[in-house]
């Protein structure tokens, strides 16, 4: 073999390489990842809290519970529907449209603001940073468990295969990867603005039934590197059979 045969052979060796990234690991989690923003809302709240003196009876205990309470139920509403970009316009332009109502109807009926505000003054939601702290700490141990659980159920993507890791002892399952195909959806345009996830189907060339999975962190990545992944593959194997 000549000293030029061998540097072709080492330079399209490591083109292919260069080619061909690394392997891709897709998780599926559950939607309490969603939840984080009503933990940054405790954290505000014990800080708040401590800061100023941790008396629940003081009329700045509200402020913070206020505002944990709202991130909650906005944040619960996110979790339990789906808003697709029609949807949200939809909801969007309904919003705009009662706003406008409420504030012609308390521009004609200038009188009913104050009685309006009498009533709201008196919801007044208070709590102390021990109800913050202990908040923060169950919402840590459940994302602690689902992190570990994560570790014992996720699919990686090679060029050539697509493997299955779950269960305690590390049970494998192998799908042919060169005729992969996959889908991705966003299916909910606030779950992607919060982790940039989505859901991904995957076809194995050889499996009748599609492989989905749901809420996958930071999905248009993922499926950009299996994109060039089987890309590169396809490349090589056209490459080879010359």
Known sequence: MTENSLQSNSA?????????????????????VFLYP?????LFGAIFMLWN??????????????????VLMVNLVVVSFDFPRATSLTWF????????????????NAGLIPAVTNQLRKIAPAANASFYVIYILGMLFLYTVVM????????????????????LLSDLE???????????????????????????????SQERRAIVLDNVFFINDKEEKITKMLGALQVRVRTDSK
């Not at 332009?93 to 004609?108: D, H, I, P, R």
């Open 93 to 108: 332009f309904a919003a705009v449209a009662v706003g406008v109502v409420l504030w012609m109807f308390f521009y004609f």
């Open 38 to 42: 009503t933990v940054l809302a405790a």
């Open 53 to 70: 003196g941790n008396n629940p009876d003081e009329a700045y205990a509200h402020i913070p519970a206020r505002i944990f309470l709202g």
């Open 148 to 167: 570990i659980s994560r570790r014992f159920d996720y699919w990686e993507v090679r060029g050539n295969e697509l493997l299955h890791h779950h269960g």
């Open 12 to 32: 399209s060796d490591s083109q292919s390489e260069s080619n061909n990234p690394g392997p891709v690991y897709l998780v599926s989690y559950p939607n309490i």
């Open 174 to 204: 192998r799908f042919s990867a060169p005729n992969l195909r996959i889908d991705k959806e966003i299916n909910d345009v606030f779950e992607y603005m919060l982790l940039r996830s989505g859901r991904l189907i995957l076809h194995p």
